[in-house]
């Protein structure tokens, strides 16, 4: 039987898209892809010839706790290595990269805090890694500190690393106007809490 149903009406009920490639040549990936590779070789030298590729993420919705993911990296593994022509894909929030309330300066910061994933295995000398197939094996960092934030609210720098986060606070460049504006509201009025994950 023929498929008589409007075109409209079939469009309506394809699943929607969790994830789109940037590609370099687009507009977008142009200047992203510019981004990535000046941070790269500003503060990431370790991966320098890691073959990181950007993707949309098109549906994280905030957890639970109202925390919406901004960023995620993944590190292909020995079977996407030999399916694609990647080390590392960086997911990106669409909705929140393209929100007009985020600066270029935040995407920057959330483009070198998953770049801060990336790095290579090092073998017992401390010369990188490499495989069966002679490829530079890398592995995924984790977060310097991971800590709730009323802890340090009751308790202060209890531990070393958190001593360590709060001195490069002190470092940092001033730049409070950067989250004044509370990017990313939810539908319910809520601004979301930022994770770049
Ligand atoms: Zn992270």
Redesign the pocket.
């Known amino acids: 039987m023929p498929d008589t149903k409007p075109e409209a009406e079939v469009e309506g009920k394809r699943k929607p898209v969790s994830y789109d490639l940037i590609h370099h040549d687009s507009p977008a990936g142009r200047l992203m892809y510019a981004m990535l590779n000046d941070l790269v070789e500003e503060h990431h030298e370790e991966i320098t010839n890691a073959r990181i590729a950007l993707a949309w993420a098109l549906t994280w919705k905030p957890d639970v706790d109202g925390h919406a993911k901004l960023g995620q990296?993944k590190k292909a593994s020995d079977l996407d290595r030999e399916l694609h022509p990647y080390d590392f894909v960086v997911l990106l929030n669409a909705e929140w990269w393209q929100d007009g309330r985020v600066v270029d300066a935040q995407r920057r910061a959330l483009l070198d805090?998953?770049l801060?994933?990336a790095t290579v295995k090092l073998d017992k000398d401390g010369e990188p890694a490499r495989d069966a197939k002679d490829r530079v094996i890398y592995r995924l960092r984790k977060?310097d500190i991971e800590e709730f934030s009323e802890i340090v609210a009751r308790h202060g720098c209890y531990k070393r690393d958190l001593e360590l986060f709060a001195s490069a606070l002190r470092r940092a460049p001033k730049q409070s106007s950067l989250i004044e504006r509370e990017p990313g509201p939810q539908p319910d009025g809520e601004p979301a809490q930022e994770r770049?994950?």
């Open positions: 990296c805090h998953e801060c994933h977060h770049p994950y």
